[in-house]
């Protein structure tokens, strides 16, 4: 199942010691004539005075630069299923290492991760998880890669492109769990050293942005496209559904819409559920019959890999051929069965093509989840 993405069972076991590393300087920002500095990572475009952090709370400017204060230090490490991102495209079974540090540049109410995203203690970061230490230990575990997840990696790019520089040197993969909220500048330097991405897409509304995420809608969407015609990053798109915010059929109906004529049709579309958290526990969870009902809608306007998630549903959550109609990897929560991919990508039932990056055969990692301490390496 496509839960909440959780590490509180992985605190880290160096939670009480002092940072003393080097403040690290960070991109993407210029110095202002008025003595400030406008950081230019995300769209916010925070102007910030010395000592001043952004909305994310981890970019501060520290004597007329922009420092990012959480650089080699995590919020905790687990081996997840390469599914619970979720991607189903991306070598389906495998065991990813997942990882975050602290702070959000969102302001979700209804964040599933606010522990994490809207941390204000950077005592429960763990210190010297350096770029060469995760990436010797998602080596040693055998996992896929390192999935940067928990809060938005956009926030700590600098220090997420250069774990990926080491992972890439040791034959790992490279995967971004985010809301693509950043700028043209960023953009490009960050998906460069990215394998994989799964986006997620909130809501298809400005009101919903501005009001709920307390952002904006548009760069997403730019992200999403300069994913799609300027990368080679896998990517697959997240829609958490919320009842009666953003669940209408009017807004399903134009974001598969969209999606077909923007992205084409075989970018894996997943609709998962909501439950009260945060802000928003005003709200009842989402029902599997919404899911279903979505899912619907999208196969309708031509996607052809849609899936729902946070419930137990294994027609929802598996793969299809789009051309035979034939289970080509079937799953139960995050338990592989049937698997029907010859040749890593091609449907045994009539040759027709999954796009998507697959072994030839499936990783049997299943619905495992350890925490694991950076000590151990």
């Known amino acids: 199942m496509y839960q909440k993405e959780d590490c509180s069972a992985a605190e880290p076991r160096m939670a009480q010691q002092q940072n003393t590393a ?10 202002l004539e008025d003595g400030r500095v406008l950081c230019e990572l995300c769209p916010r475009y925070c102007h910030l005075a010395d000592g001043q952090r952004g909305f994310c709370f981890v970019r501060q400017n ?8 959480t650089y080699g230090r995590s919020s905790g490490f687990c081996i997840d299923p390469v599914e619970k991102k979720p991607l189903n495209h991306f070598y389906p079974g495998s065991s990813i290492l997942s990882f975050g540090t602290a702070g959000c540049n969102l302001g979700c109410k209804f964040c599933q991760n606010w522990d994490i995203s809207k941390s204000r203690e950077f005592d429960r970061l763990t210190d010297q998880a350096s770029p060469v230490q995760i990436a010797l230990m998602a080596k040693a575990m055998g996992c896929v890669g390192v999935a940067f997840t928990y809060n938005d990696p956009v926030i700590f790019a600098e220090y997420a492109i250069d774990i990926a520089q080491e992972c890439h040197q040791l034959g790992i993969k490279t995967v971004a769990v985010t809301a693509g909220y950043m700028t043209d500048k960023s953009r490009p330097e960050f998906y460069r050293h990215m394998d994989a991405a799964n986006v997620d897409l909130k809501g298809f509304t400005q009101e919903f942005y501005r009001n709920v995420t307390l952002s904006s809608l548009q760069p997403v969407l730019d992200t999403l496209v300069y994913l799609k015609r300027e990368t080679d990053v896998w990517f697959e798109i997240t829609n958490l559904l919320i009842p009666e915010v953003n669940d209408s059929d009017k807004e399903i109906h134009e974001m598969s819409e969209w999606i077909a004529r923007e992205l084409g049709v075989d970018v894996p579309l997943h609709f998962t559920a909501f439950h009260p958290d945060f802000r928003m526990r005003d709200k009842p969870n989402t029902p599997p019959s919404t899911l279903t009902h979505a899912r619907a809608i999208a196969l309708s306007k031509g996607l052809r890999y849609v899936y729902t998630g946070n419930v137990h549903d294994s027609k929802g959550g598996s793969t299809y051929c789009h051309n035979c109609g034939g289970v080509l990897i079937e799953r139960d929560w995050y338990q592989l069965g049937a698997y029907n991919l010859k040749d890593k990508n091609t449907c045994a039932h009539c040759g027709t093509v ?24």
């Open 62 to 69: 520290i004597g007329g630069k922009i420092i990012l204060t």
């Open 354 to 377: 999954c796009p998507g990056h697959f072994d030839v055969r499936p990783g049997n990692w299943g619905p495992r989840r350890l925490p694991v301490h950076l000590a151990d390496f």
């Open 22 to 31: 080097k403040p690290y300087v960070g991109r993407y920002w210029k110095e």
